[in-house]
């Protein structure tokens, strides 16, 4: 379809139509797809056809950057940019994952080993895509999800938080098992856990594998935590180097450096001004 690059502006009162319907993607494109329409003379239903399917494409776009931004994704990383052939996990079941399926059955995910072999990655990867598909992801690191039941329970709102929380069909938990797991963090880990049980996904990356959850929790906490959690769950266990280290020891985690990007020598006031008398 070929659009006109310069289309006089709708009348006035059509305009104030589109915009009491809340209509601001088709109320953009109008007077291009109208100016076309007349030159190339569409017929009417074509012209209703073109916008109507403008108004759809950019309201599923604004959506999609709305529960992007709502999910807080740490780096923005998609499987654009993954390698299936550096991680561990076997491929038919990378491949098996990323059809989210395991979403719409309300089973979870965890993946676990040591750092550096793309755990967080292939987690934001998946939000990421389950985000493109249409659904709702909320993402947490243990400390953060810590941090949010602190701040409720100054109100004795908690029960709210983790409902709110809950409203997302994917719920990540990332980094388990890096730092010290404070009394709020584990019981937030617990009541998403606890609550999302068979109603939403949970997703967690960790270090250690749920067995030895008891080592950062009190043991009964961890039991009930890691009962709900595998209940339903697919286990990964990632293997190998770090793939960060790799990069870093083979030289490609930077750019090489060159003659430009050596930074300008500043002088001190005082020497300018020693300049300056020189020159005067």
Aim: hydrophobic share 40%.
């Amino acid at each position: 379809m070929t659009i006109a690059v310069t289309a006089p502006p709708l009348p006035k009162d059509l305009d104030d139509l589109l915009r009491r319907l809340r209509l601001p993607h088709l109320r953009r494109l109008a007077p291009e797809v109208l100016a076309t329409a007349r030159t190339q003379r569409w017929e009417p239903s074509e012209v209703l056809r073109v916008l109507l399917a403008e108004e759809v494409e950019g309201r599923e776009r604004s959506a999609t950057a709305t529960r992007r931004g709502a999910a807080g994704f740490p780096t923005g990383k998609t499987f654009s940019g993954w390698d299936e052939s550096a991680c561990s996990i076997p491929r038919p079941t990378q491949a098996a994952l990323r059809t989210l399926e395991w979403i719409r059955r309300r089973e979870n995910l965890v993946v676990c080993g040591p750092s550096g072999t793309g755990k967080s990655y292939f987690l934001e990867a998946l939000g990421q895509a389950a985000v493109e598909a249409g659904l709702k992801v909320a993402w947490f690191t243990l400390e953060s999800l810590g941090a949010l039941v602190r701040r409720s329970r100054a109100d004795d709102s908690v029960v709210k938080a983790v409902q709110r929380i809950l409203r997302a069909e994917l719920v990540v938990v990332d980094d388990i098992g890096l730092l010290p797991v404070s009394p709020d963090a584990a019981e937030g880990l617990y009541r998403v856990v606890d609550v999302a049980y068979e109603r939403r996904s949970v997703a967690v990356s960790s270090n250690l594998h749920p067995a030895g959850f008891d080592e950062l929790m009190p043991k009964t906490l961890a039991t009930a935590t890691v009962d709900r959690l595998l209940h339903h769950a697919h286990l990964c266990v990632t293997s190998g180097e770090s793939v960060r280290l790799a990069q870093a020891t083979a030289g490609v985690g930077v750019q090489p450096l060159s003659p430009t990007d050596a930074l300008p020598v500043l002088s001190s006031p005082s020497s300018q001004r020693r300049r300056s008398g020189a020159g005067s």
